[in-house]
Antibody, heavy 121, light 111 residues
Framework: EVQLLESGGGLVQPGGSLRLSCAAS????????MSWVRQAPGKGLEWVSA????????YHADSVKGRFTISRDNSKNTLYLQMNSLRAEDTAVYYCAKGSSVYSSSSLNYWGQGTLVTVSS | QSVLTQPPSASGTPGQRVTISCSGS????????VNWYQQLPGTAPKLLIYNNNQRPSGVPDRFSGSKSGTSASLAISGLQSEDEADYYC????????????FGGGTKLTVL
């Protein structure tokens, strides 16, 4: 059974940093692209970042480029999102999601339960 | 403002057929496949349709997807009360070194 378990969310001040983790199990982690998608309170889904399966190509939304970095450790079956220079508009539930293939970032066939990040003073 | 355009709301009565549209451009829907997600209240999104018209295992065949040019549609036939949810379309966009774009979402109400 595929499981994705996010952690690392919480309350952080504007300008601060946070690192999200997503522990994956139930599939060959290195064979699939992984993504982070966020959802601000009462708003729609916004794709944040993606990383390919084994060669590590990364992609980031313009809204987070230069501030957020996605990475993965295939030896630990874990996905990360390093978030720096956080802003109030980054407040959202952050979902970890599995791609349906090694490069697929828009077809996300499994999602975690999400972790809430609140940026406020 | 989302890159993919969806109607904010849709509604239907039990048993009816409803469709939700998703409009994009040549850099996203026009050149890549479309995926649809269903988000029930208080839960994580779930992949409903992938590669324009394919259903993952377990998704009822009441749900179907189609694509033509730079637009796509999700159809739900035999509407049921448990279909009340938010629906999102998504696609890869080839512009700006590549990224994923979502529609703004459509809230489906079963009357």
């Amino acid at each position: 059974e595929v499981q994705l378990l996010e952690s690392g969310g919480g309350l952080v001040q504007p300008g601060g940093s946070l690192r999200l983790s997503c522990a994956a199990s139930g599939f060959t982690f290195s064979s699939y692209a992984m993504s982070w998608v966020r959802q601000a309170p009462g708003k729609g889904l916004e794709w944040v970042s993606a990383v390919s399966g084994s060669d590590g190509w990364t992609y980031h939304a313009d809204s987070v480029k230069g501030r957020f970095t996605i990475s993965r450790d295939n030896s630990k079956n874990t996905l990360y999102l390093q978030m720096n220079s956080l802003r109030a508009e980054d407040t959202a539930v952050y979902y970890c999601a599995k791609g349906s293939s090694v490069y697929s970032s828009s077809s996300l066939n499994y999602w975690g339960q999400g972790t809430l990040v609140t940026v406020s003073s | 403002q989302s890159v993919l355009t969806q109607p904010p709301s849709a509604s239907g009565t039990p048993g009816q057929r409803v469709t939700i549209s998703c409009s994009g451009s040549s850099s996203n829907i026009g050149s890549n496949t479309v995926n649809w997600y269903q988000q029930l209240p208080g839960t994580a999104p779930k992949l409903l349709i992938y590669n324009n018209n394919q259903r993952p295992s377990g998704v009822p065949d009441r749900f179907s997807g189609s694509k033509s040019g730079t637009s796509a549609s999700l159809a739900i036939s035999g509407l049921q009360s448990e279909d009340e949810a938010d629906y999102y379309c998504a696609a890869w966009d080839d512009s700006l070194n590549g990224h994923v774009v979502f529609g703004g979402g459509t809230k489906l109400t079963v009357l």
